[in-house]
């Protein structure tokens, strides 16, 4: 379906075919309203007598077509099609650098739902290039290439800008340490943290979300074996835990849970192989549904069949230690899944993380496994607003941590 002139409609002479173009004014003209399909074939028609003014409706209808169909292929051909048709208006033609960039946005990302990441990557260059870096980051970043994804945020960050959104910090913060420069991503972490504790302390942003950055920004630290800086976020955490549990949250806020899955899904960025151009992973610390390339967000939750065996193999073998690690993974994927299908009972996913400290208490010795597995389900109680639950999990994972003699709980 790649646009064409039709040079059916053409005679030898290089001109149109004026029945044709009649036609096509008649359908769209008539008292009922032509079909997409057959808009598209009228304004194909008449984009040749008078692109000025059909090849943007041209475009439009295209995209327009998109939305009716489920077939990648189609996809693809039609958003290629409205590309190029964009490409021929004037430069004048008000509006033709946003329908352009609409265009494209789409178009790659038909290109991704295809199969076809080098010719995604061009487009997402092509986007980069007029000044929309963000997709070309996280397909770096998918394909392994941290350090190039790292550059490009810093590149089109300007220092010291107050109008960079928490999520593109966070990815920015994810590339840098993917890449080893844990120095750079704890500076740049740490001004998502410090943005969360201004906008919590006026109010305009939840103290959970508050939370699930400083226990991050502490899983930051710990990696980079700041050990007196992580305990004192995990302190900040824990007042915050403590007065939630005492109150709940101070304003009322709609469905925040995007920010808490973002982050778990990165804290389980270790246990994953590592990407490669040839065997592309998701970006994490993108929004997973939002941010991350279809074909490797469709890999993602296909794998959860495999390691729904692997847990059970495991189980059975006894091996403990692998046993939670998978566990874990496991439940990073459901939880995913969980947001992200707008399933929001609490009972669907929570025996997931019970399941993770059950097993992790049956590790002989092994307080930091329990801690973590503690931390997970304190953060998930968080986002289902079980607050004093929460602060029960976070201050026994706190104490752990801390060496301070506990009473265990299941």
Not at 190 to 215: F, I, M, N, Q, Y
Not at 271 to 287: N, Y
Not at 328 to 343: K, M
Not at 356 to 383: K, N, T
Request: hydrophobic share 40%.
């Amino acid at each position: 379906m790649h646009y064409t002139e039709d040079r059916g409609h053409m005679g030898n002479a290089g001109k149109y075919d004026e029945d044709a173009v009649l036609r096509a004014r008649v359908l769209l003209l008539g008292s009922d309203r032509p079909s997409n399909r057959v808009e598209i074939e009228a304004y194909r028609t008449l984009a040749q007598v008078s692109p000025r003014v059909y090849l943007p409706r041209l475009a439009h209808a295209l995209v327009a077509r998109t939305r009716e169909l489920r077939d990648p292929k189609a996809h693809v051909a039609l958003y290629a099609e409205a590309v190029d048709a964009v490409r021929r208006y004037d430069a004048e033609v008000p509006g033709r650098k946003d329908q352009l960039n609409g265009a494209l946005r789409g178009y790659q990302h038909a290109l991704f739902a295809a199969g076809r990441r080098a010719e995604g990557r061009s487009v997402c260059e092509e986007l980069a290039a007029a000044g929309q870096y963000g997709r070309l980051a996280v397909v770096l970043a998918e394909e392994g290439r941290h350090g190039e994804a790292a550059d490009l945020y810093a590149r089109r960050i300007v220092p010291g800008s107050a109008d960079v959104s928490d999520w593109t910090l966070i990815e920015w913060a994810a590339e840098l340490d993917a890449a080893g420069r844990r120095g750079e991503a704890l500076e740049v972490f740490a001004r998502v943290v410090a943005e969360a504790r201004r906008t919590a302390a006026e109010d305009r942003s939840p103290l959970a979300s508050l939370v699930w950055k400083l226990d991050h920004y502490a899983r930051m630290l710990r990696a980079a074996g700041r050990r007196s800086e992580e305990a004192a976020a995990r302190r900040e955490a824990l007042t915050l835990v403590t007065r939630l549990a005492a109150g709940g949250e101070p304003v009322s806020w709609s469905n925040i849970q995007a920010s808490w899955v973002t982050l778990l899904v990165l804290s389980g960025r270790p246990a994953e192989p590592a990407a490669t151009p040839d065997a592309p992973l998701p970006a994490f610390g993108a929004h997973p549904y939002h941010g991350w390339s279809p074909d490797t967000r469709e890999e993602y939750f296909a794998s959860v069949p495999s390691l729904e065996q692997r847990v059970a193999a495991l189980r059975a073998s006894g091996d403990l230690p692998e046993l939670v690690a998978a566990q874990r993974r496991l439940t990073v994927r459901r939880a995913l899944r969980w947001e992200t299908c707008g399933r929001r009972a609490e009972e669907v996913l929570r025996p997931d993380f019970d399941e993770g400290v059950a097993l992790a208490r049956r590790l002989p010795e092994d307080r930091s496994s329990v801690a973590r597995a503690l931390v997970d389900r304190s953060m998930f109680l968080l986002a289902v607003k079980r607050y004093e639950e929460a602060h029960a999990d976070f201050a026994e994972a706190f104490a752990l941590d801390s060496g301070t003699p506990i009473v265990t709980r299941t």
